[in-house]
């Protein structure tokens, strides 16, 4: 199945203009509390995008820092989610290889159109030269892995095929949930129905992002890392309130909380969203709140919510998968694309290690226990 549907160039360029006045030569860690890398931006088939170099050493976000996706997070998600029998052994696995790719300087990566965030969305690959950008690439970060994240074998099939065409290896990631018709979903899930009720029914008052005062914009900072970093894991990006300011402010964030009756923010989530492709990197909420009050559900009621009245795509991004299964969420391997043949013989041998690795183990471990 492909399903290859794209941002409008306009509506991308414009949102890239907003990141790179954002972003373009600031520093990070202001936005993003864990992620200390630079930013800058490259154009080809007419279109600019957003660039960050990581540097080794720095103990990044998976967001900037390969070897923090396929080591350290790969170990915590192992540990956390994989049966222990088959974890420990897969737990040796991934420290040995992150070894490896540690001295082999998997780090020194630039990523093309990362917009800091879980998933990046792209443009069509009409007008693009993948030749003369591999060379453009090359030429311009000639000791330095190249990648572009967030390429799903569902949305992205042409983008995989002119890169891997163009000499790039491809590396699968994780599994993503798409929502392609979140109305039908609707009629084929009872779960999800009930949620979309939640939302109706919920006592927590609604409110818009463009009301959020200096305090809301920090409870929904505090929000987010309970659920992101308390909960899941302190390798996810640590967003900062000045992050989600400035992308509401700039429309890059669609942000909207839930408060209760003393006027507080309990929950909160923040779509990014380009044309007809929607996906929400921020989601937060009280955790110490009862589970009955079902906070959760109803942030992602509210986003497919959204994705219905648009006509659009969601990709959910991973995580969660039992919820995403029994609400429609279709899943989809994930895959990084890496340009090396210009490095030295090691990084090569450990980036081909590494492909091999999330091919033949990582892929069958992801669909089997449906990651």
Partial sequence: MSDCIYVPRSEFAAHADAFAALHAGVATAGYVANVDARVEVIEFGGLSFPVTINEPGRDNAWVSSPLTTYSRYALEETRRVIPGALAWPLAALIGTAERWLRGAGLDRAVSINNWLLSTNLYPSTAGIDFIAVRDALKARWPDRGIWFRSLNVVQH????????????????????????????????????????????????????????????????????????????????????????????????????????????????????????????????????????????????????AVTRERAATLNLSAGAAHFKRLRGGEPAIEYSAVLCDHLPGPARRALGLLRVLTTKVGVPVMERFKL
């Fill in 157 to 304: 099939a042409d983008w995989l095929h002119a890169l891997a065409s163009a000499g790039f290896e491809l590396i699968p990631t994780r599994q993503v949930y798409l929502f392609h018709d979140v109305a039908r979903c609707a009629r084929e899930h009872q779960n999800l129905r009930r949620d979309f009720a939640l939302m109706r029914s919920t006592p927590l008052q609604r409110v818009d992002g463009c009301t959020f005062t200096v305090d809301d914009f920090a409870d929904a900072e505090a929000l987010y890392g309970q659920l992101y970093l308390e909960k899941y894991s302190r390798l996810n990006p640590r967003y900062t309130a000045a992050f989600l300011r400035q992308w509401h402010g700039a429309g890059l964030l669609e942000l909207t909380g839930f408060k209760d009756e003393s006027g507080r923010l309990r929950a909160v989530i923040g779509i990014f969203a380009q044309g007809p492709l929607v996906t929400a990197p921020i989601v937060g909420y009280d955790t110490a709140w009862p589970r009955s009050a079902g906070l959760y559900r109803l942030l992602m009621a509210h986003v497919l």
